[in-house]
């Protein structure tokens, strides 16, 4: 090797190095530019979280570029979002299709009684960018559906499902695993609550555990089997924080375990779950769900919480409220038979009523107590007996009950249209309606 070779040789190796030099220097310029992209007023705002090794200056970072999609700003999707808007991630989705009601403000925080009527996405919108007016929130008002969920999901890091349906639960797992998404999933009703992670790190989906939808009807809403506001509030939360160890990507994501919030007995359990299962429809090793479909369909009920009047009997087996009010001015004979629950009839009942709860209505003792009232007290061959509820479903399907168990009577079975709900707007505007 002559000295001029090794003289190139040597220049060439010092120009990679001065290349390599240059290259490191420029990440690390880099890098100084990332943890300069914080704010003094945005160190300050978030200096609490920032101080923690887990979080940092890097983690604030990743909560500003982070997007986050909450689906349902109700009881559990007020209090994630509010919390997310807090800690600084820097877009929150919004969608719901609904508008916000006196009864929702025991527990759906981010509405007040001045933005009654408001869409709740517009009035949870609001009280966002009253707390933190540095985060983009988008509103989508909508339900969502297997059509729409593509274009409303895209771009988002994580989505939180806050709604409290069968269809859009498999709508939402479906659309993040066809994503890529991660899926913070939570539920309360009553006392108790729950919530785990769908789609990470080779956890299952929603699917994995639930492969078939629950027959119509089997899932209790709020509205119906009532909820203690602090419940959903509790796993709400929770539901943000996991959003948060999401997007820092912390450990200990709940990913394949399902916790369980008892509020009775202030209690949290974990509960292991079914890992990913190679069968499933939707993340298994051969996929059958590749779109999204009709999931009002699929799961035959509706994915929102508005309830669908139902028409089981015709016209002329159901009287008016108006109609009753005049039965019970004339005194006719009659039986009121009032099929809610004991502490609904509490709440409230038309005076005269029999309290009935559609659970009773097929036991034995029950039912010989009505027979042997309607033998006593009836006059004319045709006794009219009455059901009504609180909004003219279940009584429907208590006169179908009825008219079979008290077939070998005379008496003629109808319910009151509407329930309770059309008595206090045509009869009684003092009667309270929940
Ligand atoms: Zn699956």
């Known amino acids: 090797m002559s000295v001029e070779s090794l003289q190139a040789d040597i220049d060439l190796l010092r120009k990679q190095l001065n290349e390599k030099e240059r290259a490191l220097a420029e990440l690390k310029v880099a890098e100084c530019k990332v943890g300069d992209a914080l704010t003094n007023e945005e ?140 899926l913070v999933s939570g539920s309360a009703l009553q006392l108790e609550g729950q919530l785990t992670v769908y789609g990470h790190d080779g956890g299952p989906c929603y699917r994995c555990l639930f492969p078939e939808p629950p027959p119509p009807g089997a899932v209790t809403s709020c509205g119906d089997g009532g909820v203690l506001g602090v419940v959903p509030g509790t796993i ?53 769900v590749t779109r999204l479909v009709d999931y009002e369909q699929f799961c035959r009920s509706r994915a929102c919480d508005k309830e669908e009047s139902l028409h089981l009997l015709s016209d002329a087996d159901r009287i008016s409220a108006g109609a009753l009010s005049e039965m019970l001015l004339g005194g006719e004979k009659h039986l009121l038979v009032d099929v809610r629950t004991p502490t609904e009839f509490e709440l409230c009942h038309i005076p005269g009523a029999t309290n009935l709860p559609m659970k009773d209505l097929g036991r034995p003792a029950c039912l010989d107590a009505l027979r042997e009232y309607i033998r006593q007290h009836r006059g004319d061959p045709e006794f009219p007996v009455l059901v009504v509820c609180r909004r003219g479903n279940d009584s429907q399907k208590a006169v179908q009950e009825l008219r079979t168990s008290l077939s070998d009577l005379s008496v003629s079975v109808r319910d009151v249209a509407g329930g309770l709900q059309a008595w206090a707007k045509a009869v009684d505007p003092h009667f309270p309606v929940y």
Do not use: W
């Open 236 to 288: 709400g939360v929770l539901q943000a924080l996991e959003a948060i160890k999401l997007v820092l990507g912390l450990p200990g994501v709940l990913s394949g375990r399902l916790l369980v919030f008892d509020a009775a007995d202030c209690s949290f359990r974990s509960i292991r779950l079914r890992g990913r299962s190679a069968g499933c429809a939707a993340c298994g090793d051969q996929p059958s």
């Open 43 to 182: 160190i300050s705002r978030y200096s609490r979280q920032i101080i923690m090794p887990e979080i940092g200056p890097r983690g604030q970072l990743k909560l500003k570029a982070a997007s986050v999609l909450v689906v349902g700003v109700g009881g559990l999707g007020c209090p994630a979002a509010l919390y997310l808007a807090g800690a600084g991630v820097g877009r929150i989705g919004l969608v719901d299709y609904d508008c916000v009601e006196l009864s929702n403000l025991h527990r759906q925080v981010l509405h007040s009684e001045a933005s009654l009527g408001q869409p709740k996405v517009q009035s949870a919108a609001d009280s966002l960018r009253r707390l933190n007016g540095a985060v983009r929130v988008d509103c989508v008002r909508t339900v969502l559906d297997g059509a729409g969920a593509p274009a409303v999901l895209a771009g988002y890091d994580v989505v939180l499902d806050a709604t409290d349906n069968a269809p859009t639960r498999y709508l939402l797992s479906d659309a993040c695993v066809l994503a890529g998404v991660p």
